[in-house]
């Protein structure tokens, strides 16, 4: 496949892509590298493109991956932010304290909306993005059919969304 080609079959869904992301992450330069990492990953995978039926879809589940993964990445350095400032000596002072104030609140943000989801959405939440679990394995822990914890991890996303967008 050569870049036309590859203009034609995903670069028509840029706005959708990056929508999709702003949504998740909330923030336009985390949405905007998102998209630039989701089109790296498609332009690598583009010699596979004949076996997948809906490009798009594809497409659109790697973005939500990659997102859920910036997500992780600002949960762990929010944890390392607290052990350093737990560790640290009380004269010392951070120069990018705007910058963590940022992430701590977009991460008390996703905390507050997990939070608010219904326990067994939270516990699938949990176990499914950010304990990484297949759905056998929750399946065989919360004694629930994969297909119905499919329903329930969208949901819980869905909700999720909308309670940090209802905060903006």
């Given at each position: 496949m050569n870049?036309?080609?590859?203009?034609?079959?995903?670069?028509?869904?840029?706005?959708?892509?990056?929508?999709?992301?702003?949504?998740?992450?909330?923030d336009r330069e985390e949405a905007r590298d998102a998209v630039q990492d989701l089109y790296l990953k498609l332009w690598s995978l583009r010699h596979n493109f004949s076996t997948i039926n809906n490009i798009e879809a594809f497409a659109t589940t790697i973005i939500?991956?990659?997102?859920?993964?910036?997500?992780?990445?600002?949960?762990?350095?929010?944890l390392q932010s607290d052990f350093y400032n737990e560790h640290r000596l009380s004269n010392?002072?951070?120069?990018?304290?705007?910058?963590?104030?940022d992430i701590q609140a977009k991460v008390d943000l996703v905390r507050e909306a997990i939070n608010k989801l219904p326990e067994i959405q939270q516990k699938v939440?949990?176990?499914r993005d950010f304990e990484e679990k297949e759905f056998e394995e929750i399946s065989l822990e919360l004694s629930l059919t994969p297909e119905n914890l499919r329903v329930i991890l969208s949901r819980a996303r869905k909700r999720i969304r909308e309670i940090i967008e209802s905060t903006k």
């Open positions: 870049e036309q080609e590859f203009s034609q079959k995903v670069m028509v869904y840029s706005g959708k892509f990056y929508g999709y992301s702003y949504k998740i992450l909330g939500r991956n990659l997102c859920i993964d910036r997500l992780k990445k600002i949960k762990n350095i929010n010392d002072k951070i120069n990018d304290d705007n910058y963590e104030d939440f949990i176990m």
